[in-house]
């Protein structure tokens, strides 16, 4: 099992930028996918973006395509989410997870982090 930690989220301006990152531990950390997704009020969890194992496979929502970077440091067992150009409706809580194999199904993440809000203002 894997234990996931994300923090960095909070509140920003629409133009900003934030940095997530989640902290994982339990297994070794090279040996699964990891990815973001997101959920805002009243709607349902979305996938964001993930990254292979190895971080040389990258998928990303066409939603934030261009405006945030997922990676990896295999040496911190740290995953990131680097989000810039912030609109209004970036605004949700983000979940970090872990997978045998990186992909846009949540249902294929097998450990959840808690997840941190993430709030832009107009």
């Known amino acids: 099992q894997v234990q996931l930690v994300e923090s960095g989220g909070g509140l920003v301006q629409a133009g900003g930028s934030l940095r997530l990152s989640c902290a994982a531990s339990?297994?070794?950390?090279?040996?699964?996918?990891m990815g973001w997704f997101r959920q805002a009020p009243g709607k349902e969890r979305e996938f964001t973006a993930a990254i292979s194992r190895s971080g040389a496979t990258i998928f990303y929502a066409d939603s934030v395509k261009g405006r945030f970077t997922i990676s990896r440091d295999n040496a911190k067992n740290t995953v990131y989410l680097q989000m810039n150009s912030l609109k209004p409706e970036d605004t949700a809580v983000y979940y970090c997870a872990s997978t045998p194999r990186a992909g846009v199904v949540a249902s294929r993440y097998d450990s959840w982090g808690q997840g941190t809000q993430v709030t832009v203002s107009s």
């Open positions: 339990g297994r070794t950390f090279g040996s699964y996918a």
